[in-house]
């Protein structure tokens, strides 16, 4: 797979991408489990840590579309795209922001977000995603609320649409998507209409990864 080195991201968002996570089972989504207790989190979470301000097209961090950096090279703001299911779930280590680094919770100290690894059941996938039939997800969880809970409100987004950048959702979970029975996609955690007006539904999604985008200066597009 081809690797990105250029992006500029937040401290933290680098550090979390390279955690290596351990591995429990956790159980199946139970019946009434609603995903608004995790969006409410997560939307917390972003106001506290540095995001990148969405003024930019859902469509602009796609696989298929392209920048050219300061030295010429291309990159793209994601590798995967991906519709499908979010299943099991696997248990991760605990961390906490130490000052204004982030660093593995020692025995005894109280973390304030741990990463778990999540099973994708694929429906239909681009990028390094084609083809296959699972992938894995991290995503971060609040670690003081019961492990069981924020996976069962994560598992009930249902069907979720993911642009990503290895396991992660780009942009620090701003562009999870989250896809309705008629396809509709919404972004739970992107207010910006203009920003989401050009991939509301899984049609607009299929066109816009058909299309063949000219490369595009990095300068100020989505962080690069």
Known sequence: MRRRTTKTLSGLC???????????SASLTPPGASPEPYLSELSARLEIIDS???????VDALPNVAYVLADGSTTTVSDAVIVGTITAARAARDYLLDGEDVRQAATGESPQWRLVTFDVDIEEGWGVARGERTASLVLPVPAQRPMSDSVASIQALGRVLLIL???RIVHN?????VVAP??????????DSRATASVRS?????????????????VGQLGL
């Open 52 to 58: 990148v301000e969405l003024d930019r097209r859902v």
């Open 165 to 167: 950048d290895g396991e």
């Open 173 to 177: 979970e701003q562009y999870l998507g």
């Open 202 to 218: 899984l049609e607009d999604l299929r066109q816009a990864l058909s299309e063949s985008y000219a490369p595009r200066a990095a």
């Open 182 to 191: 008629d396809g509709t996609i919404t972004y739970p955690l992107m207010s």
């Open 14 to 24: 680098v550090w979390l991408l390279t955690v290596a996570l351990a591995g429990c």
